[in-house]
């Protein structure tokens, strides 16, 4: 595809279940992002990667996060035992350069109930 | 710290009519700012990015290195603006974004 592409769209899990979320940036796109939306704010930086690299993590919330590129394409994004503040919209972003234009995926949209 | 504030969160104005969205940044260095637009039922894409000094859609955004801010301007407001929109600002890795704001543009 053209765009990037993140999978699920929509994810409901119990509190305490494990979600993994999908990322397929655009082909040959070294960097890719991580955010995180809540409802009614804007995109929150999570981690970032260099190619397999993941260069920046600061901004996870948590240990129950975790995030891996291993061959410097597709990326998942893992949260382990979610809570009901895990609730928000994970986007995806890749750029073919350090800085410049973001192409952000439609994002999954999780709901911890 | 809040690094990027966009101090309205609605904003609605008649087609036709000029419109200026806000934002201020905290930052030190030399910034690199950006406007992100999400129309309806679209991804989030960029707008226009203050290094390029460029027009999009009709819209300019000015920085103010005085005044920290990098508000966006429209002349005349047309309903296919109608939106959200949020600034960033990029700093090393990470790109701040604001919590934007949504326009309504009135037919």
């Known amino acids: 595809g053209a765009g990037v592409s993140q999978s699920p769209r929509y994810k409901v899990a119990k509190r305490g279940q494990d979600v993994a979320l999908r990322c397929d940036p655009i082909?040959?796109?070294?960097?890719l992002f991580w955010y995180q939306q809540a409802l009614g704010q804007g995109p929150e930086f999570l981690t970032y990667f260099q190619n397999e690299a993941q260069l920046d993590k600061s901004g996870l919330p948590s240990d129950r996060f975790f995030a891996e590129r291993p061959e410097g394409s597709v990326s998942t994004l893992k949260i382990q035992r979610t809570q009901q503040e895990d609730s928000a919209v994970y986007l995806c972003?890749?750029?073919?350069?350090?800085?410049?234009?973001?192409?952000f995926g439609e994002g999954s949209r999780l709901t911890v109930l | 710290a809040q690094r990027v504030t966009q101090p309205e969160k609605l904003l609605s104005v008649f087609k036709g009519a000029p419109v200026e969205l806000k934002c201020n940044y905290s930052y030190s260095g030399s910034p690199e700012l950006f406007w992100y637009v999400q129309y309806s039922r679209q991804r989030l894409q960029l707008l226009l990015r203050h290094i390029s000094r460029e027009s999009i859609k009709g819209f300019t955004a000015d920085l103010n290195k005085g005044e920290t801010s990098f508000h966006l301007k429209k002349p005349f407001a047309q309903e296919e603006d109608s939106a959200m929109y949020y600034c960033a600002l990029f700093i090393g890795n990470q790109f701040y974004f604001g919590t934007g704001t949504s326009l309504t543009v009135i037919p």
């Open positions: 972003a890749s750029t073919p350069l350090r800085t410049g234009e973001l192409f």
């Open positions: 082909s040959g796109h070294v960097s």
